[in-house]
């Protein structure tokens, strides 16, 4: 009996797309396969709002505005699918590409120099080009389209995770795992205000941001989303992700300087900030800012900077904000170049509220285990259960996830549920008093041995200020399985005496099979 295919529509898509890969590296090919996906989704956004207008006997099919008043981007004819996919098998469909690209920029000045035009490039099959236009020309997607409005969305972040799987190292610069990104926006809950990404990659958690909003029937007119990112081809791919998506990226900016050294929203202070930059950056310009107003819970070193991201976050963080950023996690043991002063200086003005450990494996680029930071401004002064001073909420996740594949991990569903509602119980908590806590209708915290532990700042202080979740969860105890002592070692001498005696057996027989041609032991 033939196995049932049980895979996602994204993943035969995605199987089938990169057999025509052939000899050209995931790196370049992703440009090839994510415009053409891009120039598909608009164009079909274009068409659908065109036979809108046609069947109208007042408005103009053709005219731009028309497309502008809808928030739908204009599609001239030389660039629409069905003129490209009409010219799919002709030599020339590179050229035809990369002129229809062309021509979707120039009418659409927020997709100005955004779009990829590598399809003339000599190294690329225009064979496989042909047959790729057809695949994403599909009836199955065509069908599948109908019945998801997010199709496309959903395509090109799940492109997205494959090619940075397939990138290794260098994918993750440009890519979060999903799990992680929607943690993160889960735990600080973004329904409404300004979102800030000071390393936005493809932008990623501006996506999970929108997809929080409006699968908890919030109105994505409500956030408004900042980022910057240094690597151009990066800052490309997030124009057309949040496109697909139709979020406004208009706030999302590029510069080679890098956020440090040319702050693209000096004067931004956001309500959720969601950040994974790079780990302990190296060089980093420190020495150009040593007197940045950013620093003020210390100055970071040159060597790592960790505590320079994390400050600068805090800087942006509005007076009642929430900022998740993912780090290594020597941030929360380091003493090097005074970070121990400033991790302690970050305790005492009750900016830290939560650190998860995360297992090893989970990231692209790094096989080391990493943690996430949640600051938080505007802290509950009564700490948990009504005890004064603030708590810090230790959660040890290191257990948790599967291994996806041989070299990667994943977290389920279910474990993204036991971190976030860990910690969204311990919140309802700390926000209220004891007796507050029992009558509301929220279940309530308790700490768990191995897991998770609510630490006093005594306690944090007993421990130098080290953040490690391992050393507040503690251990967990093992379970008692109900066999008492004596009846659990008789049954393992009898196990070992049975495990001794088929031993003997063995060599025994070694022993004669070793006789028969001639040797012996």
């Known amino acids: 009996m033939a196995k049932k295919d049980t895979s996602s529509f994204e993943q035969k898509l995605f199987k089938a797309a990169d057999k025509l890969r052939k000899n050209i590296d995931a790196a370049e090919y992703k440009h090839v396969v994510l415009g053409l996906i891009f120039l598909k989704y608009i164009s079909e956004s274009f068409t659908e709002l065109y036979h809108k207008l046609e069947a109208d006997e007042w408005s103009d099919p053709e005219d731009r505005d028309e497309y502008i008043a809808e928030n739908t981007f204009f599609v001239p004819k030389l660039a629409r699918w069905s003129h490209v996919h009409a010219q799919a098998k002709l030599p020339s469909i590179g050229q035809t590409i990369d002129e229809a690209m062309e021509a979707v920029e120039k009418e659409n000045k927020e997709l100005k120099n955004v779009l990829p035009q590598v399809y003339g490039k000599a190294n690329l099959d225009k064979t496989s080009l042909g047959e790729l236009i057809d695949l994403i020309s599909n009836t199955e997607l065509q069908a599948e389209n109908e019945n998801s409005k997010d199709l496309f969305g959903r395509v090109y972040e799940y492109f997205l995770g494959e090619f940075a799987n397939a990138e290794g190292k260098k994918g993750g610069q440009f890519y979060t795992p999903k799990a992680i990104v929607k943690l993160m926006v889960e735990m600080i809950e973004p329904y409404k205000g300004r979102v800030y990404d000071p390393a936005s990659g493809s932008g990623g958690m501006f996506v999970m941001s929108e997809k929080f909003v409006t699968e908890h029937s919030g109105n994505i007119k409500d ?47 956001a309500d959720f900030i969601l950040a994974n930059p790079p780990f302990n950056q190296k060089e980093w310009g420190v020495d150009i800012l040593q007197e940045d107003g950013r620093w003020k819970y210390g100055t970071p070193p040159n060597g ?143 700490d768990i041995k191995g897991f998770c532990k609510s630490a006093t700042l005594e306690a944090i202080q007993k421990h130098s200020y080290v953040l490690t979740p391992g050393r507040y969860v503690g251990i967990p105890d093992e379970e008692d399985d109900g066999i008492p002592f004596e009846d659990k070692m008789q049954s393992l001498t009898v196990l070992l005496k049975e495990q001794m005696d088929k031993e003997q057996e063995l060599n025994k027989e070694i022993a004669t099979q070793l006789a028969k041609i001639g040797m012996s032991l």
């Open 304 to 446: 790592n900077a960790n505590y320079g991201w994390m400050q600068h976050m805090l800087y942006h963080l509005a007076p009642n904000g929430v900022m998740a950023t993912v780090l290594s996690n020597g941030s929360l043991s380091s003493n090097t170049s005074g970070e121990g002063d400033i991790r302690k200086n970050l305790v005492d003005n009750d900016l830290v509220e939560c650190i998860v450990a995360l297992p090893k494996q989970l990231f692209y680029n790094t096989g080391i285990p990493a943690c996430i930071w949640f600051l938080r401004r505007g802290l509950s002064p009564n700490g948990r259960n009504g005890n004064e001073g603030h708590e810090v909420l230790f959660i040890d996740a290191s257990d948790l996830g599967f291994m996806k594949s041989r070299v990667h991990r994943d977290f389920a569903e279910e474990d993204i549920a036991k971190i976030r509602d860990t910690y969204l119980n311990w919140r309802n908590v700390i926000a209220r008093t004891k007796d507050e806590a029992i009558s509301a209708s929220q279940p309530l915290y308790q």
């Open 223 to 269: 956030i408004t989303v900042y980022g910057q990112e240094s690597n151009q081809t990066t800052w490309k791919l997030s124009k057309m992700n949040l496109a697909i998506r139709n979020i406004n990226s208009k706030f999302v900016a590029w510069n080679t300087e890098g956020t440090f050294l040319k702050n693209a929203h000096p004067d931004l202070k």
